[in-house]
């Protein structure tokens, strides 16, 4: 992945040269699926998880899911 | 063929002196052997399963206490504490609010009943508190008795928990208020009650009539729609006397999911023999966690599988168990399991600080719910994207677990010192709950009512 800097950031696979673009996508929590908007490679499928959202609701899940 | 597992230390059931004790093995059971050179020979069945207890493991690294309360002089179960020999922090500190109780059960660990001894008054309980949060930090809370509710001023003490920095408040009740007085659960819940640890036997009145003296179903769900009302949680807390109530497992389970997500989940205590007890053990008809495990399969109709279960991660591993859920759209428990089981060796303290988010996160109140006077349904609407799968874990989350407290019969020494499960004395010191409500055989305290 390469970053572009522009006022709204753009996102490429580096691998495929191709705009990631938003796109729903299947995640697995507890033997459900669940869809949510990603970033994702239109070619390769490859998703881009930016930091906000690693650092927000995802990881909101993961504490959720953290046994004792 | 009995296999000789491992030795341990224990206490005379008659003279509370501390002597060597076996466990063994024999095909589903495991038993404790000990001798006392006075009163003879003593046996107690301490599990029972198809899950055997050498494998309900769960190893940790010893915490150190931070801020010992007593010195090590006698040894262990007699300089409670935290004494510097003890290997975990508290989890739940327990304050007994009051001596005083509205039910005369027949079984009873704080021995309460009707009796006229003033309760503890608020500057006592503030340096309670403070004592728990200078040696353990930011525990978890549990506002016991007696039977807390009796006091009118419950609130205010609730509220100088939460301003003494303590993040989740529990109250141990038998509901009877709870049901009763709607008011008085609106000001709890002001004061910032998270959750409520719901005495629920059983479902069936006679259940009551013979654990509690009178039928108490109808009080026990005015007491749950209450906190529906307020937004509480509720965990539903049976003890667990065999040929009792042992059948109604799976009914209980079912009612509580039948309330979620007002109750969080069902946390089951197999009876002790201490303190007000109507009768010696019958080892034989002993419950012990294998047995739960068992039983709580069986009676669900494998709808919550033995493998769904774990050992703490904070107590020592025979203490209890534990498993989560969470409820689908169609009403089907999911198990989340194996989420903690990736990383080695892990450590007391870690164990300690999973435990207390984790009670906080499961067991407290979930946000506004839509009015409904009838059974609410655990069925959850379709969402998409990352609320929906934090509403699922949120709001439809549902856990099961239990706690086998050690009576002066199969107490294992051992245990006692990786207890995090603290009751705080009015001089401040911090005792393990099985140690503070322990009586020998004839109904004589160590630490009660010194």
């Not at chain 2, 729609?225 to 009792?244: A, E, F, H, M, W």
């Not at chain 2, 069986?298 to 025979?318: L, V, W």
């Not at chain 2, 239990?402 to 004395?425: E, G, P, S, T, Y």
Request: net charge neutral; with cysteine; charged share 25%.
């Amino acid at each position: 992945m390469k970053h572009e800097s522009t006022d709204q950031t753009k996102w490429y696979c580096d691998k495929c040269q191709r705009e990631l673009e938003l796109a729903k996508v299947k995640v697995k929590y507890m033997e459900g699926n669940f869809e949510v908007d990603l970033m994702k490679c239109p070619s390769c499928n490859q998703v881009f998880i930016d930091e906000t959202l690693a650092l927000g609701k995802m990881k909101e899940v993961e504490e959720g899911l953290e046994d004792k | 063929m009995k296999r000789i597992i491992s030795t341990t230390q224990s206490l005379c059931p008659v003279c509370l002196k501390r002597i060597k004790a076996i466990i063994w093995e024999k095909k589903e059971e495991a038993w404790m052997e000990k001798s006392c050179p006075e009163h003879g020979r003593f046996k107690a069945l301490l599990w029972r399963g198809s899950i055997p207890m050498t494998k309900w493991v769960r190893n940790k690294i010893p915490a150190t206490i931070k801020k010992t309360n007593t010195a090590v002089e006698k040894g262990c179960p007699f300089d409670c504490g935290l004494c510097a020999e003890h290997r975990q922090h508290t989890c739940t500190a327990l304050i007994e609010v009051t001596q005083r109780c509205n039910l005369n059960c027949s079984f009873c660990f704080a021995d309460a009943n009707g009796n006229a001894e003033a309760d503890l008054d608020l500057e006592t309980i503030r340096r309670m508190y403070q004592s728990a949060m200078d040696t353990s930090g930011n525990c978890n809370i549990q506002l016991s008795g007696g039977e807390p509710t009796l006091r009118d001023d419950l609130p205010e003490l609730i509220r100088i928990g939460h301003e003494l920095g303590f993040s989740f408040i529990q109250i141990n009740t038998n509901g009877i208020r709870m049901g009763e007085d709607e008011a008085y659960v609106s000001a709890l819940k002001k004061a910032g009650l998270n959750s409520v640890f719901l005495q629920f036997d059983g479902t069936k009145d006679e259940i009551y009539k013979d654990l509690r003296g009178k039928p108490l179903l109808e009080t026990k769900i005015k007491a749950i729609k209450n906190c529906q009302r307020y937004n509480i949680g509720v965990v539903l807390v049976p003890t667990l006397v065999s040929d009792v109530n042992d059948s109604d497992l799976g009914n209980i389970i079912n009612f509580g999911l039948e309330w979620a997500p007002t109750v969080k989940g069902v946390h089951m205590q197999p009876v002790s023999y201490f303190g007000r007890i109507p009768n010696l053990p019958d080892e034989q008809k002993r419950l012990t966690l294998g047995d739960l495990i068992d039983k709580i399969e069986d009676q669900t109709q494998r709808r919550i599988r033995k493998d769904s279960f774990s050992p703490p991660g904070c107590e020592n591993a025979r203490c209890s168990f534990h498993g989560n859920y969470t409820v689908s759209e169609n009403g089907e428990l999911i198990a989340q399991v194996g989420i903690s089981k990736c990383c080695g060796v892990e450590t007391a303290e870690e164990g300690a600080r999973k435990a207390k988010a984790h009670v906080l996160r499961k067991w407290s109140g979930v946000g506004p719910e839509p009015q409904d006077d009838g059974i609410k349904s655990a069925a959850v609407p379709a969402k998409d994207g990352w609320d929906a799968i934090l509403d699922q874990i949120n709001r439809h989350s549902f856990s099961l677990s239990a706690m086998a407290f050690q009576d002066v019969w199969n107490l294992d020494l051992n245990r006692v010192k990786d207890c995090c499960i603290h009751v705080v004395n009015p001089q401040g010191q911090l005792i393990p709950f099985c140690m503070y409500n322990l009586t020998d055989k004839n109904g004589h305290a160590i630490y009660r009512q010194q």
